[in-house]
């Protein structure tokens, strides 16, 4: 099974989510990510990274496949290498 990686480069906590599509043993729970943190979750197959600002006011995610690295710099900047 592979992984996809999620990096917090902001300078803020973001709440980071990973559906769980490909495993049904996963979490899919709201997680924080502290700024420049840097965490994994196990999947296989496409998911979707959410991410989540402290008020729930503001969302922004991307379908990426396993084995991927997610990075958060801000709602209108994630990448995925």
Excluded: C
């Excluded at 396993?66 to 958060?72: G, K, N, P, Q």
């Amino acid at each position: 099974m592979g992984s996809i990686i999620v990096v917090n480069k902001s300078g803020s906590p973001i709440s980071v989510f990973v559906s769980k599509y490909s495993n049904s043993e996963g979490s899919d729970a709201w997680f924080t990510l502290q700024p420049g943190g840097r965490d994994s979750w196990s999947r296989k197959g496409w998911e979707l990274v959410a991410f989540k600002n402290a008020n729930d006011t503001n969302r922004t995610g991307v379908y990426v496949p396993a084995d991927s690295t997610v990075t958060f710099d801000d709602m209108a900047h994630v990448s995925v290498v």
